[in-house]
């Protein structure tokens, strides 16, 4: 009798364990020290992963002493224009300078605060920028006058009139949404959004949580919109009369900027184990905990820490690491410079997948699984900018329009805008990836890793 007992307790615990491996959760924690050491001035590093189906998925890491500027608002001064290279510099404070495209004006026309913009940006003009990539190595900061304000429903941006509903809503709930949006006046009887008086041209951006919020939380989406439609109009109104450096909008916390990657509904449940991130989580979700919509738990263990039971330090030395092991015996090689990232794909230790495939077969079945993890770092990287993968070779033109395909699809799912580009003659897939955040590697730039042989540090 015990041993029927214990067997079916046993097997309560591998259904429980399977259970827990497919919740998606995201982990905050502090970074492990084994993998990374910080540097004196900035204090242990913090980091926010996602793991899903008990893999890392993407990965950012912050510091509460360490505050970033993405997303905030400064009146700056146009220092120097450089037609060569269709761009300017842009002054957010003194002797701070950052870099505009000038192509970015045809998109979102600046606002500036001593003239009416005539299609010319000239030297000494002043206008509201904001911050939207930080200083890396030898390149400056670039600002934007995409003016940007993000909400939990809803996106204001400067630039064309019109209204854009989430694709991941169905036809019906976007059709609703269209109508309501109409009928408290958010947009007129074209469904363009209603503009204001003394701001640029703006377009509104309906977010799928306003959309399955909808039938329930009408006040709470009128609440947000308003809410977000006076800042927006406070950041111009205000513009016209503040000094040149003034800070217009400031960017949300150092927790709220590293969840910025992660989308809402990518995770069911929030693990910390740091009691004043749960504090502020408490708050950043309230609505969501009250609905059961997320779930959020103070983890707490004097015998095995966070990072420990998911693993992290192993997971995050893959991630810094050049070599990625595919289940097959395949392996990815992936190589980062200075101008692009080179991602090689070999068969390794992979002859046969099946003793009835052929060798073509293989090589397709290998592709399409290497397929899925570049997807994936691309992610957990955070790589950006120009990315050559080189696959193994495939027999025919329609398994190469495959391979694209699937990597279109896989891509798709990217918070990030990630474009498939092509595949060359020799075989090189093209892919370009938008850079909003700075890549692991950068991530960790300020930070040292332990060699545990010598006990050296070595800078990554």
Known sequence: MSRAIEHNSARQDRVTQCRERETNRLLITV???????SEPEYGPPTVAALVKQDRLTALQTFSSR?????????????KKILKSLN???????DREQCFLRMDELEKAPPFLTGRVYDGRLLEGDELPVQLEREAVKTKQAAVTTRITLQGKYFVFAVGAVRTGISKKLDASLRNQMTEFLKNVGITDADGYPAQEEGVPPFGLVVRTQAGLAMEQEEDKLLEEYEELRQRFTAIFSQGRHRTCYSCLFEAGTALEEALTPFLPDEYQEIVTDIPKVYEELQTLFSD??????????????DVLSLDKLYGLEGKLQEALGKTVWLRSGAYLVIEQTESLTAIDVNTG??????????PEETMRRVNLEAAVEVARQLRLRNLSGIIIVDFINLATLAQEEELLQKLRELTRED??????????????????????????????????????RTGANESI
Do not use: N
Not at 66 to 78: E, F
């Open 87 to 93: 761009a300017c510099f842009i002054e957010i404070a």
């Open 66 to 78: 360490r505050q970033s500027r993405l997303g905030t608002v400064y009146l700056g001064k146009v």
């Open 31 to 37: 970074c492990p020290q084994g993998v990374i050491q």
């Open 415 to 452: 918070p990030v805008t990630v474009q498939i580009v092509d595949m060359t003659p020799l075989g090189l897939v093209e892919i370009t990836r938008r850079k909003v955040f700075p890549s692991l590697r950068e991530q960790m730039g300020a930070y040292k890793r332990r060699d545990k």
């Open 349 to 358: 230790k992979c002859v046969k997948l099946s003793g009835e495939q052929t």
């Open 288 to 301: 969501m905990l009250s609905t059961g919509t997320k779930q959020l738990r103070l983890y707490q263990d």
